[in-house]
């Protein structure tokens, strides 16, 4: 149980296009869902935070026109990436948080979208 | 603000030993902690949580232990295999919501 999806695993985009990446929780309903952005060989950074039918809640120094998240139901949040640079190239993951997926508030990762812009 | 580090940062060492990896954090008032392991290119797989109550959990090879008080975490691997091979992270949880991640150990066990 407390399985996430994302897709697509990998998108290759050129400069200037947008990217939607979506999370999926796929056997439990995700109150919350969160957004992570992980450099190469570099940990993972939260960039928000989103629960279900409100608006996500940014860390500091994202920039919520240019990430875009949409937390419509409780299986699915989207991740848009607004006018994509080479800069934006990284590794995005979600994870999700449900009632039933699991005690203590665990987070539970989905497998990683690898972005790269040309 | 919340500093975690892990040390080292790099390990290679041959199939059959058993690991320390280490874990520190800046602020002691967490929730709870815990490890995962990330694969090349993959996503993360949760290892062990460990309540800020608690002081160690285990599962199976592995065995984590935390000192709020010290600020530190350590998992121990026993029986170290090739399987292995892979970046262990730890994160600490605070405010409920947020898992701030440590730099990471990449380890390979070679035969």
């Known amino acids: 149980g407390a399985v996430v999806s994302q897709h697509p695993s990998r998108v290759i985009c050129k400069s200037g296009t947008s990217v939607k990446i979506e999370c999926r929780s796929l056997?439990?309903?995700?109150?919350?869902m969160f957004w992570y952005r992980q450099f190469p060989k570099k940990s993972l950074m939260l960039m928000a935070t989103s629960n279900e039918g409100s608006k996500a809640t940014y860390e500091q120094g994202v920039e919520k026109d240019k990430f875009l998240i949409n937390h419509a139901s409780l299986t699915l949040s989207t991740l848009t990436v607004t006018s994509a640079h080479p800069e934006d190239s990284s590794f995005y993951i979600c994870?999700?948080?449900?009632?039933?997926?699991?005690?203590?508030?665990?987070?539970?990762f989905g497998p990683g979208t690898r972005l790269t812009v040309l | 603000k919340q500093e975690v580090t892990q040390i080292p940062a790099a390990l290679s060492v041959p199939e059959g030993e058993n690991l320390v990896l280490n874990c520190s954090f800046t602020?002691?008032?967490?929730?709870?902690l815990q490890w995962f392991r990330q694969d090349p290119g993959k996503g993360l797989t949760s290892l062990l949580l460990?309540?800020?109550?608690?002081r160690e959990q285990t599962s199976g090879r592995l065995n984590a232990s935390l000192d709020k008080s010290s600020g530190r975490s350590t998992l121990y691997i026993a029986a170290s295999q090739p399987g292995d091979s892979a970046t262990y992270l730890c994160a600490v949880i605070v405010n409920t919501d947020k898992l701030i991640f440590g730099t990471g150990t990449r380890l390979q066990v070679f035969p």
């Open positions: 056997d439990f309903q995700a109150t919350t």
């Open positions: 460990i309540q800020s109550s608690q």
């Open positions: 994870s999700a948080r449900g009632y039933l997926a699991g005690p203590y508030n665990e987070q539970f």
């Open positions: 602020d002691s008032a967490i929730y709870n």
